[in-house]
């Protein structure tokens, strides 16, 4: 029986793009089912008392700058030639997150899932305007209007909540993280231990 990896996600981060898209060839390998679980990165953070890279180094000299080089060599070793640097970043995520939730409730989520990675981390979109998200979802061939007033239901703000507060629960602290059962994997530079413990026997 194929195993199950859970993938912890939030367009919001770069990582989550570039784990992503590096992830197709380890699952071709492993023969894994891939599940996104949508939680919201900031929510994360404030329940753990954690905060993103750029703020937590930010005053520690070559720190960034490393960073910057790490997300260089990755997308090298995959090949990752679409990814650019969002010149909003960073973007707040909620109002996408929300509409991820609720186009997933449709039967849309991987449609939805696609056109948000674009947009944030391929054309260099500001998600976070209604309008802008609106008009990238209809270019998806989404109902971007349905979705995006979908997006304010009270069930779906708390659906992303309640995953969010789930996700902090389970030790989440920071995205992407990766969940094959119970062992937990944080990073896009863990993939090599994730692939190893999915073909554990």
Same mark, same amino acid.
């Given at each position: 029986?194929?195993?199950?990896?859970?993938?912890?996600?939030?367009?919001a981060? =770069?990582?989550? %793009?570039?784990?992503? @898209?590096?992830?197709? =060839?380890?699952?071709?390998?492993?023969?894994? @089912?891939?599940?996104? +679980?949508p939680?919201l990165? &900031?929510g994360?953070?404030?329940?753990?008392?954690?905060?993103s890279?750029?703020?937590?180094?930010?005053?520690? !000299?070559? !720190?960034?700058?490393?960073?910057?080089?790490?997300?260089?060599?990755?997308?090298?070793?995959?090949?990752?030639?679409?990814?650019?640097?969002? *010149?909003?970043? =960073?973007?707040?995520?909620l #109002?996408?997150?929300?509409?991820?939730?609720?186009?997933? +409730?449709? &039967?849309?989520? $991987?449609?939805?899932?696609?056109?948000?990675?674009?947009?944030? %981390?391929? $054309?260099?979109? $500001? #998600?976070?305007?209604?309008?802008?998200?609106?008009?990238? /979802? +209809?270019?998806?061939?989404? $109902?971007?209007?349905?979705?995006?007033?979908?997006?304010?239901? *009270?069930?779906? !703000?708390?659906a992303?909540?309640?995953?969010?507060e789930?996700?902090?629960?389970? &030790?989440?602290?920071? /995205? =992407?993280?990766?969940?094959?059962?119970?062992?937990?994997?944080f990073?896009k530079?863990? #993939?090599?231990?994730?692939?190893?413990? #999915?073909?554990?026997?």
């Open positions: 029986m194929a195993k199950t990896l859970e993938f912890l996600f939030d367009f981060s =770069p990582n989550c %793009w570039l784990a992503y @898209r590096a992830l197709p =060839p380890l699952l071709a390998r492993t023969g894994a @089912r891939l599940v996104i +679980e939680v990165l &900031g994360v953070f404030k329940a753990t008392g954690n905060q890279p750029f703020h937590a180094f930010a005053n520690v !000299k070559g !720190k960034l700058d490393y960073e910057r080089l790490e997300i260089r060599r990755f997308i090298a070793a995959h090949g990752l030639t679409r990814f650019r640097m969002n *010149p909003h970043f =960073p973007v707040n995520s #109002l996408l997150m929300r509409a991820f939730v609720a186009a997933r +409730e449709a &039967g849309q989520g $991987d449609a939805l899932l696609e056109a948000g990675l674009a947009g944030m %981390w391929e $054309d260099g979109l $500001d #998600l976070s305007k209604l309008d802008i998200l609106q008009a990238q /979802l +209809e270019q998806a061939g989404l $109902d971007g209007a349905a979705l995006v007033a979908r997006a304010g239901a *009270p069930e779906i !703000k708390a992303l909540a309640q995953a969010t789930a996700a902090a629960a389970r &030790g989440v602290f920071g /995205l =992407p993280t990766f969940f094959v059962g119970d062992e937990m994997f990073g530079e863990r #993939l090599a231990q994730v692939e190893a413990e #999915l073909a554990r026997p």
